[in-house]
């Protein structure tokens, strides 16, 4: 091997990347030759000068990385929650939709039934109260027919209302009827009316008398759809607010 | 616990294991990218940058190559990322030659400043270390993957795209301009200018 052949092989000499035959060539004219030997040595030292150059990293690296990292699948969670959330939210307002759609189209058959309920109530409320004796019947055919077309408002009214209670047991779903129908007319407290006269209370029926007349009454209730008991000389209201009232007219 | 197991749970999203991976290549990540760069702010951040993106990329990792080949590819591609961008906004010292693939300039950077004999006193480290700086950036790459790194060819070859021969052939520049760098700014090795 001459020094040109052995200068061209140097590099792959010194990173062992020659077959044994060549490496014994070179070897042996390194023995040989101060020239390339001197070449090789200074590129030995530069070589491994420079795999001392390595420093170790700065603790922070590896703790910066994983703090990012935690950041990172922190704001991921967050968003598939998020993501999560919206959807079920979407899925709840469909479903509200549903419901509210299936009620409208089953109000009138929802409205005959509660309607029928309504009428047996009375009826037994009717027969627990005890009509005064000066009960004045005169007016009272107007006033049914005030009542009829009022009671219709309520029932529609409920059937929506009711609606919103479809989750709910039907006991709860029957006083919820009552309270959104005069809760929502915002029925003034009773006990603010001073022609309101408190007789007492029989059956869980809270009884009043008044010489008020119907549309009076109405008006200082705030309440426009009330029912007149089957004698036309008393009012009935049902509210979850104050229970069961019975006005008398007297 | 192997690599190949501590590989397998990062996948799977163990951070545990992906931490013990940063452990294992941290060193060689970190030194590629500040004889790269050369300033050991900039080396940190395209550090973590190089971890990060391991991270995103590791569930797609199919296995077809070495994991360190994979990362070293992260890396390398960070790294011109990183060149590329600092190209645009600022000036790096380039190492020059003629024709015959002499050195015949140095932009150093205090060089008027600093007389050829101030570098007699500095370490043949020292002078390896500014000599990496200011070659280019293809021999550049190829003397930090082999030396720094400690990598085969092949390995080498894979990383960057390119044939076994390119790299033989671009690792002998490399020691050749790193050589002659160390001739002219070094006393001590004066001996060598006569060659």
């Known amino acids: 091997m001459n020094c040109q052949i052995c200068l061209e092989k140097i590099n792959e000499y010194l990173d062992n990347e020659l077959d044994s035959k060549v490496t014994n060539e070179i070897n042996l004219h390194l023995e040989n030759c101060s020239s390339c030997k001197t070449e090789y040595e200074f590129l030995k030292q530069i070589i491994e000068k420079a795999n001392e150059l390595n420093v170790e990293p700065p603790k922070e690296l590896k703790q910066n990385v994983l703090e990012k990292i935690n950041a990172k699948e922190k704001t991921k969670k967050i968003f598939y929650f998020r993501r999560i959330a919206t959807s079920l939210a979407t899925t709840a307002a469909v479903l509200v939709l549903i419901i509210l759609a299936n009620n409208s189209i089953n109000v009138n058959k929802l409205s005959s039934q509660m309607n029928t309920d309504l009428v047996k109530e009375n009826e037994t409320k009717a027969e627990i109260v005890i009509p005064p004796e000066n009960a004045v019947s005169k007016g009272s055919e107007t006033n049914s027919e005030t009542s009829k077309t009022a009671s219709a408002n309520i029932y529609t009214a409920n059937a929506m209302d009711n609606s919103l209670f479809q989750a709910q047991d039907s006991a709860k779903a029957y006083e919820y009827k009552y309270f959104a129908t005069f809760n929502g007319n915002s029925i003034n407290n009773i006990e603010t009316i001073k022609e309101l006269i408190y007789i007492g209370k029989n059956d869980n029926i809270y009884e009043y008398k008044t010489t008020l007349s119907i549309k009076e009454i109405e008006e200082k209730l705030k309440v426009f759809d009330i029912l007149l008991d089957n004698s036309q000389e008393s009012l009935l209201i049902n509210s979850s607010n104050y229970g069961n009232i019975k006005i008398n007219i007297s | ?195």
């Open chain 2, 1 to 195: 616990m192997s690599e190949q197991q501590l590989i397998k749970k990062a996948k799977n999203g163990d951070n545990d294991a992906f931490s013990e991976i940063m452990s294992i290549y941290q060193k060689r990540i970190y030194n590629y990218a500040l004889k790269t760069v050369g300033n050991s702010d900039d080396a940190l951040d395209i550090s973590q940058e190089i971890f990060l993106r391991l991270y995103s990329a590791i569930k797609n990792f199919r296995e077809q190559s070495a994991f360190s080949t994979y990362l070293f590819r992260i890396m390398a591609n960070c790294c011109n990322d990183f060149l590329k961008s600092k190209r645009k906004t600022s000036t790096i010292p380039i190492y020059n030659e003629d024709e015959e693939g002499n050195i015949t300039e140095l932009n150093i950077k205090d060089e008027k400043n600093n007389p050829e004999t101030e570098y007699q006193s500095k370490e043949l480290k020292t002078l390896i270390n500014e000599a990496i700086n200011y070659i280019d950036e293809d021999f550049k790459r190829i003397f930090i993957l082999k030396h720094i790194n400690n990598l085969s060819y092949e390995e080498i070859a894979e990383i960057l795209h390119i044939e076994i021969g390119t790299v033989k052939s671009r690792l002998y520049r490399a020691r050749e301009k790193i050589k002659g760098y160390i001739i002219k700014n070094g006393n001590n090795y004066s001996y060598f200018k006569s060659k």
